[in-house]
C-alpha cells in the first residue's frame, strides 16, 4: 500500500515559517490588499520582487543560477503562509512552481543562465502550454506544430486556457514534431520550447471565466518563429519531460488551500470572542470539519515535498493528495453557502463577501485545472497493487 | 533526523508475527461467542505487551507510546478481538499512575463520569468494553465531599449483564454491588479539577480507536485491491474498470489520512504537546470509517457481505470504534470551539503547528 511518513520540521524549517508570517505582517497588512482564493489571486509583480528578494522564489534552484539551493519543503512552507495571506502571487506562480524547476533540469546551458536568474528575482513570468481545443485530458493527441525552418523552427496551431498568456512574458509549449503517422505512438514526436508571449504571429486573447474575470486565453500560433535554442529538453521527449512538470503541479499546498480564506474570514465574521454569545452548533462543525481536514492535508502534502527531497518521485502520492485535496475546497465552499442565511451577493465588496462570490462561481474549476480528478484517480488506481506484486 | 518517533523494531516484528499466526479468521469468528480471543491474549500478555507504555517501575512492561501505537496498529489491521487498548492505553495506566494495584490480566474502563442509582445498586451509565474478561474494572467518581477517585472494582464486586458491539466484542453493563467503603480507591490530586482527569482518559480511549481504525482500513485497502484484482468479470479483472478504480482509490484516500491522522496525534501526545490533535485525527478517522467502508463493500459485491469472507471482520469494528471514546459529533465540536478560542489571526497555525521533537 501506498505510505506517507509523517514530518518533522528542522529548527531552521519552523523558523522560516516565522520569517515568511513577519514578513507578510509588514508587507502585507490586514486591511491594505484584496486578498484572493489561492494561487489564483491578484498578480503584482512588485511584490513578486520583494519575495525574490527575500530569497524566496526559485528557492530549490540552484544558487549558480540565482536560486537558493533549498528543499522542496522550504518551498512549500513559503508556498503555503503566501497562499494562507491571499497574497498577490499571480506573477510568479506558475514560473516558480514549475516553469523553474522544468528549465533547471532540462534546460541548456543558456537557457538557465537567460532564465532562471530572471526567475528568482520575481521578474519573469511564465505561462503553462499544454491543453489544445481538441486535447485536454488526452494531452498527446495534441495538434499544434513545430516544423524546422533553417535554425529555427515554426510553430502554428491554437493552445487553450493558458492561464495568463495575455500578461505574461513567457509560454512553454508542448508541440508535435513528428506527426502520429510517423511516431507511431502518439507520446512520441512531442517537443516542448520556450516561447516569447511578445512573438511575431502570436495571438492571446483572454477568454471570460465564469466570474467575469480574464484569466485564460485561447493562443493562437500563426507560424510563429521560434529559435533553435528555445527547444526545451530533446526534441521528441517532450512527453516525458511534461509528465515530470506535472509531478511539480500536483500535490502541492495550492491544491487545497484554494477556499481557505473563506473559512478564516468567517471565522473573523461569527466567531468574535467579544460577544457574550456562544458560538452556534453549526459554527462549530464547520470549524472542526475543516480545521481537521486542513491538518490531515498539510501533513499529508508536507509529507510529498519531503519524499521529493529525499530523491523520490511521488507521482503516485501527489495524484492522491490533489484528488482529495481539490474535493475538500469544493466541500468548504458548499459547508460555508449551507451554514449562511445569506446569499452571496456579487456587489458586496467586503473581504469575505467577495471571497464568497468568487468561491461559489469559480469552484468547480478547482477540480479540472491542472488535471480532472477523473484522470488523477486513474493515474492513482495504478499505483494499487495487489499484495506480493512490488511497485 | 531523531529517531524518537519510531517504535523498537523488536516490537513491531514481534506483534506481527504473533496476530499473522493467531489472529486468524477463525479465530476472529470464534471469538464472538465469547467476546474476546483468550488465545490471542494469552500469547500478547506472555510478551508483556498489554502494559507496553506503563512505567516498568509502576508494574507496568515500560516501553513507548510508539511501542504501544505499534501495536494498536497490528490489533486494529489484524481485527483482533483483546483488550490492549483498554488496559495499556487506558485502564492499566491509570492504575499505575494512580498507585493501584495492576492486576495480572484485563483491565477495564468504563466509559462515564457518572453512575445512577437502579434499586439502590449503582449502575455505570455506558458500556464497558471487555467487563467481564477484567480482572479489574476502573472508572472515575465523585466519592464523598473529598472531590473526585479513581474506583477500580474486583469482578467479586460487580454483575454484568453482557452486551456486544456490532463486531462482536463484549460490550458490558456493569452493575456494581459492593458498597462505596469496600471499593479500592485512589483520590486524585486536589489540584486537579473533575474534567481534568476525565479529559485525559477521554483523549488516551480516543487515540488508541483512531490508532486501530487506521491499522483497520490499512487492511481493509490491501484487501479491496487484491479481491478485485482476482475477481473477474465481462472477462477481465473488475480493478481494470475505471468504476472500480474509484473505490479502490477512495478507500486508499481513507486509509492515508487515517493514518496520517494517527501518526501525528500520537507524535503530539507523547510529546505532551496540546490534544488538539487527537480531536482532529477522529474527525479525519470517522469520515474515513464512513466514507472508506462504503467505497469497499460496494467494489466487493456480495462476498462483502458475507460471514465467510473476511472483509466484514474490518468493517464492524470499524463501525464499532467510530461511536466508542466519544462521537464524531463531539470531537468535531469541540475542535470547533478550540477554533473559536483561537480565534481568526491563529487558525492557519493550527493547521500548520508540528509537535516540537
Ligand atoms: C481555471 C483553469 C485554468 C487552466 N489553466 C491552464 C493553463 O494555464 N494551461 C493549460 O495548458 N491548461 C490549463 N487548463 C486546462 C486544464 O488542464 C484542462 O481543463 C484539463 O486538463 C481537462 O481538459 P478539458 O477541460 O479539455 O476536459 P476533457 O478532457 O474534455 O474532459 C471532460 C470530462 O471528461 C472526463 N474525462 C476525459 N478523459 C477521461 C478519461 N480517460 N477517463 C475518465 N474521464 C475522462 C474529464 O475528467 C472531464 O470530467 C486550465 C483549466 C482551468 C479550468
Known amino acids: 500500500m501506498i505510505e506517507f511518513e509523517p514530518v518533522d520540521l528542522t529548527t531552521e524549517e519552523r523558523r522560516l515559517q516565522v520569517e515568511v508570517i513577519e514578513f507578510l505582517e509588514q508587507e502585507l497588512p490586514h486591511g491594505t490588499y484584496r486578498p484572493g482564493l489561492g494561487f489564483s489571486a491578484e498578480k503584482d509583480p512588485a511584490f513578486s520582487r520583494k519575495l525574490g528578494e527575500r530569497g524566496w522564489l526559485g528557492m530549490a534552484l540552484p544558487t549558480e543560477y540565482g536560486g537558493h539551493d533549498r528543499s522542496a519543503v522550504d518551498r512549500f512552507i513559503v508556498a503555503e503562509q503566501l497562499l494562507r495571506w491571499g497574497a498577490p502571487v499571480g506573477h510568479h506562480w506558475v514560473a516558480d512552481r514549475q516553469s523553474g524547476p522544468v528549465i533547471a533540469k532540462f534546460g541548456t546551458e543558456e537557457q538557465k543562465r537567460t532564465f532562471l536568474p530572471r526567475i528568482c528575482s520575481g521578474e519573469l513570468s511564465f505561462c503553462i502550454g499544454m491543453s489544445e481545443p481538441d486535447s485536454g485530458s488526452d494531452l498527446a493527441s495534441l495538434s499544434t506544430r513545430a516544423v524546422r525552418d533553417g535554425d529555427g523552427w515554426v510553430v502554428s496551431g491554437t493552445k487553450i486556457w493558458t492561464t495568463m498568456a495575455h500578461e505574461h512574458d513567457y509560454v512553454i509549449a508542448l508541440t508535435r514534431t513528428t506527426p502520429i503517422e510517423e511516431s507511431g505512438d502518439k507520446r512520441n514526436g512531442l517537443t516542448q520550447f520556450i516561447i516569447d508571449l511578445a512573438s511575431p504571429g502570436l495571438t492571446a486573447t483572454p477568454i471570460p471565466f465564469i466570474d467575469n474575470s480574464a484569466d485564460f486565453c485561447e493562443v493562437v500560433f500563426d507560424d510563429v518563429y521560434v529559435p533553435a535554442d528555445r527547444v526545451l529538453g530533446e526534441v521528441g521527449q517532450g512527453w516525458a519531460q511534461n509528465t515530470s512538470e506535472l ?109 464568497l462570490m468568487t468561491a461559489a462561481l469559480t469552484q468547480p474549476s478547482f477540480t479540472v485545472r491542472g488535471g480532472t480528478n477523473e484522470v488523477l484517480r486513474s493515474v492513482a488506481a495504478k499505483g494499487l497493487r495487489p499484495s506480493g506484486s512490488s511497485r | ?106 483491565v477495564a474502563v468504563a466509559e462515564t463520569t457518572g453512575a445512577r442509582v437502579v434499586d439502590g445498586r449503582l449502575v455505570l451509565d455506558a458500556p464497558v468494553a471487555f467487563a467481564r474478561h477484567a480482572d479489574r474494572i476502573v472508572t472515575l467518581m465523585p466519592v464523598g465531599p473529598d472531590g473526585i477517585h479513581l474506583v477500580s472494582l474486583r469482578p467479586d464486586q460487580v454483575t454484568i449483564v453482557p452486551g456486544y458491539n456490532l463486531a462482536g466484542e463484549a460490550r458490558d453493563t456493569v452493575v456494581v454491588d459492593a458498597p462505596a467503603n469496600d471499593w479500592e480507591t485512589s483520590q486524585i490530586s486536589d489540584d486537579l479539577s473533575l474534567s481534568a482527569p476525565w479529559n485525559s482518559i477521554r483523549h488516551r480511549g480516543s487515540l488508541s480507536r483512531s490508532i486501530m481504525a487506521a491499522g483497520a482500513l490499512a487492511s481493509m485497502a490491501q484487501l479491496t485491491v487484491d479481491y478485485t484484482n482476482d475477481r473477474r468479470q465481462f472477462g477481465k479483472s473488475v480493478a481494470s474498470f475505471q468504476a472500480v478504480q474509484i473505490h479502490l482509490v477512495t478507500v486508499a484516500q481513507c486509509a492515508v489520512r487515517a493514518k496520517m491522522a494517527a501518526d501525528v496525534a500520537v507524535r503530539a501526545f507523547a510529546r505532551g504537546g496540546s490534544l488538539h490533535e487527537i480531536a482532529a485525527a477522529r474527525v479525519v478517522v470517522d469520515d474515513a470509517i464512513t466514507i472508506g467502508t462504503r467505497a469497499a463493500h460496494q467494489a466487493h459485491g456480495a462476498m462483502g457481505v458475507t460471514r465467510e469472507y473476511p472483509l466484514h471482520q474490518l468493517t464492524r469494528r470499524l463501525w464499532s470504534w467510530r461511536q466508542e471514546w466519544g462521537t464524531t459529533k463531539q470531537w468535531r465540536r469541540e475542535l470547533g470551539s478550540t477554533v473559536v478560542e483561537r480565534g481568526a489571526d491563529e487558525l492557519f497555525a493550527l493547521v500548520t503547528e508540528h509537535p516540537q521533537p
Not at chain 1, 274 to 279: C, F, G, K, V, W
Not at chain 1, 328 to 345: G, I, K, S
Not at chain 2, 37 to 56: C, H, K, N, Q, R
Not at chain 2, 88 to 94: H, P
Request: aromatic fraction near 6%; glycine fraction near 10%; avoid cysteine.
Open chain 2, 1 to 106: 533526523m531523531t529517531t524518537t518517533h519510531t517504535a523498537d523494531a523488536l516490537v513491531t516484528e514481534t506483534v506481527e508475527r504473533l496476530l499473522t499466526d493467531l489472529s486468524t479468521q477463525g479465530e476472529i469468528e470464534h471469538a464472538e461467542s465469547t467476546g474476546w480471543s483468550s488465545t490471542v491474549w494469552a500469547a500478547l500478555a506472555e510478551v508483556g505487551f498489554p502494559w507496553v507504555g506503563i512505567d516498568g517501575a509502576k508494574g507496568g512492561s515500560g516501553g513507548t507510546l510508539y511501542d504501544l501505537a505499534a501495536i494498536l496498529d497490528a490489533i486494529g489491521r489484524h481485527a483482533a478481538p483483546v483488550p490492549v487498548a483498554e488496559t495499556a492505553m487506558v485502564g492499566g495506566w491509570m492504575l499505575a499512575e494512580a498507585g493501584l494495584d495492576l492486576p495480572a490480566g484485563p
Open chain 1, 247 to 355: 509531478a511539480y503541479e500536483r500535490g502541492g499546498p495550492d491544491r487545497w488551500l484554494s477556499s481557505y480564506l473563506l473559512v478564516e474570514e468567517l471565522l473573523r465574521r461569527d466567531g468574535a470572542s467579544d460577544t457574550d454569545a456562544r458560538p452556534s452548533p453549526e459554527l462549530l462543525d464547520l470549524l472542526g470539519n475543516a480545521v481537521a481536514n486542513y491538518w490531515v492535508l498539510h501533513h499529508l502534502s508536507l509529507s510529498v515535498a519531503r519524499d521529493i527531497d529525499r530523491g523520490g518521485a511521488p507521482a503516485i502520492e501527489s495524484s492522491l493528495v490533489k484528488e482529495m485535496g481539490t474535493r475538500f475546497e469544493q466541500d468548504v465552499v458548499t459547508a460555508v453557502l449551507a451554514y449562511l442565511d445569506e446569499a452571496p451577493n456579487t456587489l458586496d465588496s467586503s473581504v469575505f463577501g467577495h471571497l
